[in-house]
């Protein structure tokens, strides 16, 4: 899989600005709200026009719903893929983002929203203060986080056996694992370890809701299934503090204790809109009215797009998403510098400008 890398973007040494007598900040052009299409759309297009771009979200991975919903599910309405599996797309979209080098900040949820007296726009996040002279808002539904698992300890384990996220398939070879969850990414990450990891076990509550062709696939793999019924009570450490065991409770209320050094929980994710609530957006059924021709909000410098914007007719795809970044971008591009052209042209144009510029 294609991930974002968190370093600082291709623009030279970040330039360090100052508020009046306060201490002295790196200010980004553009700050992304969201790193789901629309957010990494949004990023791509930025870095085009030529501005040094960061990227909050507070998920460990990119791809907003795509990746938090339905990474298995085939979306057959976006430009130049007649049919495409969501996280294929998403692979797409990480790889035309990279191309301006954006900062990413991700596993990084933005708390407030602040425009101070010189018009720059400070974020508090779950990490930091983030500062920006124009920031788009592509926070869809909001903040996915993924839903944790109720059972007496896990949270101290999270980090020492305990993933939401899984990344790397060598992290998992020769050991016992138990995945938990009915859904695609349950299923995929049971089959994609089941060669790799010395015993995959697969616990779940009720049917499994995975792609019919994953499903089939774990059926005829020796992963080992506990299901329906099946729910985890309560997991066990070794000596060093990492997972060594789960117990979990069968349909007849049996308890049964099975070896674990690794534990994937993929029951879902939550979205909470929260603190965006907070910061001072004209709102219409939890969505941030924007000006439709522009994107902009009610906040000078501060932009929308994507499934978090309301206007008019607005439809909730990600095509409609796409277009509004390039909206969103061109008129940020404007307020960060009145000079500069809104319409910039085709982006053979804008690139072979920007060639013969640094030529
Ligand atoms: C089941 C399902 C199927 C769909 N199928 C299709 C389809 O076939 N075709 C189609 O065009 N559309 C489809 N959609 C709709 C499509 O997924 C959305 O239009 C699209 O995801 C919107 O993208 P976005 O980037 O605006 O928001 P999202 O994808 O929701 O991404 C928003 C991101 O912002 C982050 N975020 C939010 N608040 C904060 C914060 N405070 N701090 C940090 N990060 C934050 C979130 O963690 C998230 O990653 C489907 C939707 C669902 C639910």
Known sequence: MTTLPTTSNGHGDPALNGHGDGPHHDVYDVTIVGAGPTGLFSAFYAGLRGARVQIIDSLEEAGGALTAIYPEKYIYDVMGFPRVLAKDFVEQCLIQSQRGQPTVHLNEEVRELERLPDGTIRLGTTRAERFSRAVIICAGVGAFEPKRLEAPGIRDLEGHGVHYFAKRVEDFRDKHVVIVGGGDSAADWAVTLEPVARHVTLIHRSKFRAHESTIAELE??????????????????????????????????????????????????????????????????????VDGTTMATNIPGVYGAGDIVAYPAKFKLIATGAAEAVTAVNHAITHIDPKARLDAGHSTTIMEKREKAVR
């Open 220 to 289: 005829a793999s020796d992963v080992d299934l506990r299901y329906p019924g099946c729910e985890i009570v309560s997991v066990g450490a070794g000596e060093s503090g990492h997972l060594s065991a789960v117990t979990y409770r069968d349909a007849e209320g049996t308890e049964t204790t099975i070896p674990a050094e690794e534990l994937i929980v993929a029951i879902g994710f939550v979205a909470d809109l929260g603190p965006l609530k907070t910061w001072g957006f004209e709102l219409q059924r939890n969505q941030i009215v």
